[in-house]
């Protein structure tokens, strides 16, 4: 007998794992399914760990929308479920009388996104934020934090199993078929599923968890891997009271600095453009991450940044083409009720996760948000 359950969510970062707690607390029984023998081990855990504001992504934009509603979302239900967090704030550096222009532009797109705490600063002001950083303008954005990315997905796993919903580790999706009501499922270790709903938030694997759903056309977008390596100084604590960003940079946000809940700075990531998962670190890249670091903290000790890790980010953006938006497949993109395919859960995917997990749920119902 093929066992029944409402729902399987494909993928236990901290996208599926908000999707699952969501979906469990509306009386479904639900299963996610995470092919590593923990949560949230690839994209969610190796990022920056910071809670961004909305600033830089096109004003209608999922990634907009989702971004300010999920950094609400999300300090709230830290604060709620005693999650480590705090809103620290960044600057967004001009380091030269030329990016002006480019520095008012990344403000103007904030404000259009509903980011109404912005700041304008100028050299004397930025100078008495943060004396240490070397800029002509900046923008101050008092609503970007950090978060303990652990910490989050831990709490959500266990609102999950709260809730009564199953967390399977150390099983993959092997194949799903579409059929009438829903679909029969057989995962890695051979057992057999019917289900409802089949959600696919496998993040760097979604592309081939697409392609196992047989019964429709998976038309997939391209993807894109960005390796985001990240260093740290090893002779002692960098002098920044915030996150410190210089202007965006093809493929990413460039190579600023961020700290963790404990004090501990590094900077990253840059973009690599790779064609397989490898999160070793290049130590020869430090000198070009010197070179960056240095355009708006020149007094970085020379040679003395040493590789933390790295990350990969799932993109549907190639090198020299425009970011895109996160892709969320429902029913109305494929015409197959119950399945939802997320493509390009990249940054900021942490920030917007809550609000990610509601999307989803709206596209299951087949309603406008």
Known sequence: MVEQVDTLVIGAGVVGLALARLLARSDREVVVLEEQDAVGTATSSRNSGVIHAGI???????????CVRGRE?????????????????????????????????????????GVHDLRRLDERAL???????????????????????????????????????VVALRTALASAEAVSAGFVVELSDGTRLRCR????????????????????????????????????VASGRVPFSRLVYPLPVDGGLGVHYTVDLDGRGRFGPDVEW?????????????????????????????????????????????????????????????????????????????????????EVERELRGTDR
Not at 56 to 66: D, E, F, H, V
Request: net charge neutral; with cysteine; hydrophobic share 40%.
């Open 56 to 66: 830089y992504y096109p004003a209608g934009s999922r990634k907009a929308r989702l």
């Open 197 to 232: 709903e089949l959600i696919n938030c496998a993040g760097l694997g979604a592309w081939s968890v697409a392609r196992s759903v047989s019964g429709h056309d998976a038309r997939t977008p391209g993807r894109h891997l960005a390796k985001g390596n990240y260093f740290t």
């Open 127 to 165: 100078g008495e934020y943060e004396p240490e950083v070397c800029g002509v303008a900046a923008i101050l954005s008092p609503s970007t934090g950090i978060v303990d990315t652990t910490g989050l997905m831990h709490a959500l796993h266990r609102d999950v199993l709260d809730a009564g919903g």
């Open 274 to 358: 790779v064609d397989r998962v490898d999160y070793r670190v290049d130590e020869t890249r430090a000198a070009a991450f010197e070179a960056e670091i240095g355009q708006y903290w020149p007094a970085l000790p020379r040679r003395s940044l040493v590789p933390d890790y790295a990350g990969i980010r799932p993109k549907i953006s190639g090198p020299g083409e425009a970011a895109a938006d996160f892709v969320i497949d429902g029913p109305a993109a494929h015409g197959i009720p119950g399945l939802v395919h997320l493509f390009g859960i990249e940054s900021p995917g942490l920030t917007s996760c809550l609000a990610i997990a509601e």
């Open 73 to 113: 979302l999300l300090y709230a239900y830290c604060a709620d479920r005693g999650v480590g967090h705090r809103r620290i704030g960044k600057l967004i550096v001009a380091v030269t009388a030329a990016q002006i222009d480019q520095l008012e532009s990344v403000r103007r797109r904030g404000i259009a996104n």
